[in-house]
């Protein structure tokens, strides 16, 4: 085996140089679009999770202190909403792809809003549950078509990157602000106010969605 490497003849791989020639550049108008692209999606994100970051702080606390119930029907309500997220997810993003990336955002900020609305004043646990589903609805239909949306408006070799800003930068600040900023609206102004600033914040998502955030039509599929 030594003798048969040693008349081995042996090739030196070619480099495969990665070209760094203006064409592999984004131009600079290119670059800009797609920092506003980013930077409108990620405001309307903030404001979804700022719904949801009341939600996960004080739907316990309406449950028990407002409505009156037991602590177990406070777990079975979460439990029923996250099962509503996990069917209807993947349903709602494959309509997102037909329908419209950014239809599907607008849709779920307002009937998160709507539902964000009832729960401000719910008085029973059956009208709390449905008002629950409602936003878990709305939750899986803008997730999806958000992330996807994302998805084809930045460059494919910087996705990762953009995905991180908007997970652990947009997303979370909304949620950060739910909880904190909700908690000072229950303190001083109730319940039903700091329900109704969710309500607030997912009509104002729609909105800046509505006028700003930008859908390529090409990447929808055919119906």
């Not at 996250?82 to 607008?106: C, E, H, N, Y």
């Not at 998160?112 to 709305?138: C, D, H, Q, Y």
């Not at 329900?195 to 090409?218: M, N, Q």
């Amino acid at each position: 085996m030594l003798t048969g490497l040693r008349g081995t003849r042996w090739i030196e791989p070619k480099s495969t140089a990665v070209s760094h020639s203006p064409a592999n550049k984004l131009p600079s108008g290119t670059t800009t679009s797609i920092y506003k692209s980013l930077t409108s999606q990620c405001v309307v994100a903030a404001l979804q999770l700022f719904g949801l970051g009341i939600l996960f702080t004080f739907l316990p606390l309406l449950a028990t202190q407002v409505v009156g119930v037991s602590a177990t029907k406070v777990g079975i309500l979460f439990t029923i909403g996250w099962l509503v997220v996990v069917v209807l997810s993947i349903p709602m993003g494959m309509l997102a792809d037909r329908v419209g990336k950014k239809t599907f955002m607008i849709l779920g900020l307002l009937v998160s809003a709507v539902a964000m609305a009832g729960m401000a004043f719910v008085e029973s646990f059956s009208w709390l549950i449905a008002f629950v589903i409602i936003r878990s609805m709305g939750m899986a239909m803008f997730n999806p078509a958000a992330l996807g949306l994302l998805s084809d408006s930045v460059p494919l070799r910087r996705q990762s990157t953009f995905m991180g800003v908007y997970g652990g930068v947009c997303e979370n600040t909304g949620i950060v602000a739910g909880s904190a900023l909700g908690g000072f609206i229950w303190s001083m102004w109730g319940p039903q106010a700091t329900f109704l600033a969710g309500t607030i914040a997912g009509g104002l998502g729609a909105a800046i969605c509505f006028g700003f955030v930008r859908e390529k039509p090409e990447k929808r599929l055919a119906r």
